[in-house]
């Protein structure tokens, strides 16, 4: 079964750290392009970062570039999004998505998502 | 960063009803324009990408149209499964960006 599956998410003060972790399964991992994507309460979808396949191009959005980090390991079918200095506005249910073959502009496969919560 | 609209921002159907939702970006952005289905607890569901390719195991009552700046999502026959939120995503240009969503329920 193609899935993947996050996990990391909790309740952090401003200004601390988590790690989110996205495992994949049953899906070519190697060869697809990776994001995360975001839904803060009450809010539509943001995509927040991605990366090529071999880890070679990584991109994000403005409000999150030099806070978090997006990175993958290929052998363990693994993806991450280290996340520093949070802030309120982070606060959000995070998704992985992997990039279609052959068409990576699109997302096809998309996770449950982890919940980051940021309160003091 | 391109900007991604949607309307209308909800609308009520029933069951059979041909439905139509439209997305507008504020630059050209070709065909890089995706629809996905977003269900409470669930995860996004890709629907049709590059403005107009059915993605697989879509039932073929969606469909996509449009280029530019000015595309289009039609359900030619709600069906009970299909009441969600409904995103337009391009992909043209980093950030990528998603509309506001449109929330389809029930009359």
């Known amino acids: 079964e193609v899935q993947l599956v996050e996990s990391g998410g909790g309740l952090v003060q401003p200004g601390g750290s988590l790690r989110l972790s996205c495992a994949a399964s049953?899906?070519?991992?190697?060869?697809?392009?990776m994001y995360w994507v975001r839904q803060a309460p009450g809010k539509g979808l943001e995509w927040v970062a991605n990366?090529?396949?071999?880890?070679?191009?990584?991109y994000y959005v403005d409000s999150v570039r030099g806070r978090f980090a997006i990175s993958r390991d290929n052998a363990k079918n693994s993806l991450s999004l280290q996340m520093n200095s949070l802030r309120a506005e982070d606060t959000a249910v995070y998704y992985c998505?992997?990039?279609?073959?052959?068409?990576?502009?699109?997302?096809?496969?998309w996770g449950h998502g982890t919940t980051v919560t940021v309160s003091s | 960063d391109i900007q991604m609209t949607q309307s209308p921002p909800s609308l009520s159907a029933s069951v059979g009803d041909r439905v139509t939702i439209s997305c507008r970006a504020s630059?050209?952005?070709?065909?890089?324009l995706n629809w996905y289905q977003h269900k409470p607890g669930q995860a996004p569901k890709l629907l049709i990408y590059?403005?107009?390719s059915l993605q697989g195991g879509v039932p073929s009552r969606f469909s996509g149209s449009g280029s530019g700046t000015e595309f289009t999502l039609t359900i030619s026959s709600l069906q009970p499964e299909d009441f969600a939120t409904y995103f337009c995503?391009?992909?043209?240009?980093?950030?990528?960006?998603f509309g506001p969503g449109t929330k389809v329920d029930i009359k």
């Open positions: 998505a992997s990039g279609k073959l052959f068409y990576y502009y699109a997302m096809d496969v």
């Open positions: 049953g899906l070519s991992f190697s060869r697809l392009w």
């Open positions: 990366i090529k396949q071999d880890g070679s191009e990584k």
């Open positions: 630059q050209s952005i070709s065909d890089f």
């Open positions: 590059a403005a107009s």
């Open positions: 995503q391009q992909s043209y240009s980093t950030p990528q960006t």
